[in-house]
């Protein structure tokens, strides 16, 4: 009963940081311990602006195919065709409302709107152009995030934190290249195997491609790369040595909408 408002505050959060970890207040936090949990790994890949390059020369459906389904398998990317559950399937409609997709395709018109002529090849029109975040230079999701759930990193990288998102949906409707989903529901039912290195998420927050932030801070590449046998490119732009350099210098590449100012980083060998 004489206990000071002062003394019952910090009584409480001491109290409250035994319950959530099970441990002492000072076992939560050694010193130095969050900086190690901060700190880039020595086998991390390391760029001052990362980039991508799609080479349509080397792209037909098979591999496209792969390179979506190593994406979302590592992502966890619900897939509405795949409930776990038979009560969760959906409607075509919903699926085309509900839909969560970091990489997908299209043939050129819907990929490149505007830029299409008389005698385009037609080969090159219903080539499947893998879309994904384009990690702009210049990007307005950013711009009109309220909470800065999306931002960007001083690597070039777009960035979601899902845990900072309220749902607003202003990324959305900022970004003109449609590279962002918004969960309408839980999408746990529809991840049929979960990859526990990467978290599940919950409805109400929006999702996108990171360029594989996660992997390469353990030194490893995109998994769509990976995937790809050799018809995504990924590295450093400032490294003139890189092999998003050598292949930007050896070909003709196009970009999605440059002419809005944003400055997109994935570009196009066709």
């Given at each position: 009963?004489?206990?000071?408002?002062?003394?019952?505050?910090?009584?409480?959060?001491f109290?409250?940081?035994?319950?959530?970890?099970?441990?002492?207040a000072?076992?939560?936090?050694?010193?130095?311990?969050?900086?190690?949990?901060?700190?880039?790994?020595?086998?991390?890949?390391?760029?001052?602006?990362?980039?991508?390059?799609?080479?349509?020369?080397?792209m037909?459906?098979a591999?496209?195919?792969k390179?979506?389904?190593?994406?979302?398998?590592?992502?966890?990317?619900?897939?509405?065709?795949?409930?776990?559950?038979?009560?969760?399937?959906?409607?075509?409609?919903?699926?085309?409302?509900?839909?969560?997709?970091w990489?997908?395709?299209?043939?050129?018109?819907?990929?490149?709107?505007?830029?299409?002529?008389?005698?385009?090849?037609?080969?090159?029109?219903?080539?499947?152009f893998?879309?994904l975040?384009?990690?702009?230079?210049?990007?307005?999701?950013?711009?009109?995030?309220?909470?800065?759930?999306?931002?960007?990193?001083?690597?070039?990288?777009?960035?979601?934190d899902?845990?900072?998102?309220?749902?607003?949906?202003?990324?959305m409707?900022?970004?003109?290249?449609?590279?962002?989903?918004?969960?309408?529901?839980?999408?746990?039912?529809?991840?049929?195997?979960?990859?526990q290195?990467?978290?599940?998420?919950?409805?109400?927050?929006?999702?996108?491609?990171?360029?594989c932030?996660e992997r390469?801070?353990?030194?490893?590449?995109?998994?769509?790369?990976?995937?790809?046998?050799?018809a995504?490119?990924?590295?450093?732009?400032?490294?003139?040595?890189?092999?998003?350099?050598?292949?930007?210098?050896?070909?003709?590449?196009?970009?999605?909408?440059p002419?809005?100012?944003?400055?997109?980083?994935?570009?196009?060998?066709?």
């Open positions: 009963m004489g206990m000071d408002r002062r003394k019952f505050i910090k009584v409480a959060g109290s409250t940081l035994v319950g959530l970890g099970g441990k002492s000072f076992e939560l936090l050694f010193p130095g311990e969050l900086e190690a949990a901060f700190q880039a790994k020595p086998e991390a890949l390391k760029g001052k602006r990362w980039a991508m390059v799609v080479d349509m020369k080397k037909d459906e591999t496209a195919r390179c979506v389904e190593a994406c979302h398998k590592v992502h966890n990317v619900p897939n509405l065709d795949n409930p776990i559950n038979p009560k969760d399937k959906v409607s075509s409609e919903e699926k085309v409302r509900w839909e969560i997709k990489i997908w395709t299209e043939h050129y018109h819907n990929a490149f709107p505007g830029t299409e002529y008389e005698h385009m090849v037609e080969k090159v029109a219903h080539l499947p893998p879309l975040c384009n990690h702009c230079d210049n990007p307005p999701c950013v711009r009109v995030c309220p909470t800065q759930a999306t931002y960007r990193r001083p690597d070039g990288i777009v960035m979601m899902m845990h900072r998102c309220i749902g607003c949906r202003f990324c409707a900022g970004c003109p290249f449609s590279a962002r989903s918004f969960n309408w529901r839980d999408p746990r039912p529809f991840v049929k195997e979960v990859f290195e990467y978290p599940t998420r919950e409805p109400g927050v929006v999702e996108k491609c990171t360029f932030e390469l801070a353990k030194g490893q590449l995109p998994a769509c790369v990976v995937a790809s046998n050799g995504l490119i990924f590295g450093d732009l400032t490294d003139a040595k890189s092999k998003v350099r050598e292949a930007l210098k050896e070909k003709f590449t196009i970009r999605r909408k002419f809005l100012g944003t400055n997109p980083q994935v570009y196009y060998i066709v």
